[in-house]
């Protein structure tokens, strides 16, 4: 199946190091070869790169690897195809509009039988089953709200759709509007929330280290979501399953 990274954080955040890492798993180090892709908010705006072809020799993701953009709210994906074709369509993360924001969207897993009909503005351009089933939150999230709500009030909202979707097969998720980052776990999961005082962190899939120490500030903090734990020497909390998560300024929220 397919990888996940997010990153949520209280002030603009170059994530060149964690990305570094978990684009080897797109062809080095693991075998998620069908496509990548990665999104950065910026503001209201949004930077949006995909490419079909691996990660680890994509031009593109060199380009992100050495071009250190920085935000608050960052989702990535690395694509092993269960349903559709390895096109650019098919990338992840998708995007769609919503009360002015910019929403954004990726995932791992394989959802069987789960095709909605969509009768509202979101329809999938590709044809995967991530696309279909991230217009149908979008839409369910309209007919919910008339406006746009609070981050509490969309996390009750996300729980019960997801609580709906996931009996239809593995649904690990990605969201954000640039304000939260929410994270469903629904097989494999993992995060780390990172303050001061911080250290040296090692990546599990290249020979790299970084003293964060050096590159942050004490009232920094930052909240990584991986699939799988992207650093060997740090205490990633593994999500339990079928559990949403919401991160806002660098931390995990508690009900």
Not at 39 to 45: D, R, S, T, V, Y
Not at 95 to 101: A, H, I, N, T
Request: aromatic share 10%; charged share 20%; net charge negative.
């Amino acid at each position: 199946m397919c990888q996940l990274l997010g990153m949520n954080a209280n002030t603009p955040t170059d994530v060149t190091f964690s990305f570094t890492g978990f684009a080897e798993r797109a062809g080095h180090t693991a075998d998620h070869v069908d496509g990548w892709g990665i999104a950065f908010f910026e503001g209201k705006g949004l930077r949006h790169f995909v490419d079909h072809e691996r990660a680890v020799d994509s031009p593109v993701a060199e380009l992100i690897r050495r071009y250190p953009i920085k935000s608050r709210n960052v989702i990535a994906h690395i694509r092993k195809a269960t349903q559709g074709e390895v096109r650019l369509e098919n990338c992840h993360p998708f995007v769609r509009e919503l009360w002015g924001q910019y929403w954004v969207f990726a995932h791992n897993g394989d959802l069987k039988d789960f095709r909605p009909r969509l009768h509202a503005s979101f329809h999938p351009v590709g044809s995967t089953d991530s696309e279909h089933v991230f217009c149908w939150i979008m839409q369910e999230l309209a007919k919910s709200h008339a406006g746009a709500p609070s981050v509490r009030e969309l996390t009750l909202t996300l729980r019960e759709l997801a609580a709906h979707i996931a009996p239809h097969g593995s649904f690990n998720f990605l969201l954000s509007n640039g304000q939260a980052l929410w994270a469903h776990a629904s097989t494999q999961l993992h995060c780390i929330e990172r303050q001061h005082p911080f250290a040296v962190a090692q990546l599990s899939d290249e020979d790299l280290s970084l003293d964060f120490s050096t590159c942050t500030t004490p009232t920094d903090r930052v909240a990584v979501i991986a699939t799988a734990p992207l650093t060997r020497n740090e205490p990633w909390m593994r999500m339990p399953e079928r559990s949403l998560h919401v991160f806002v300024d660098g931390q995990r929220l508690r009900d």
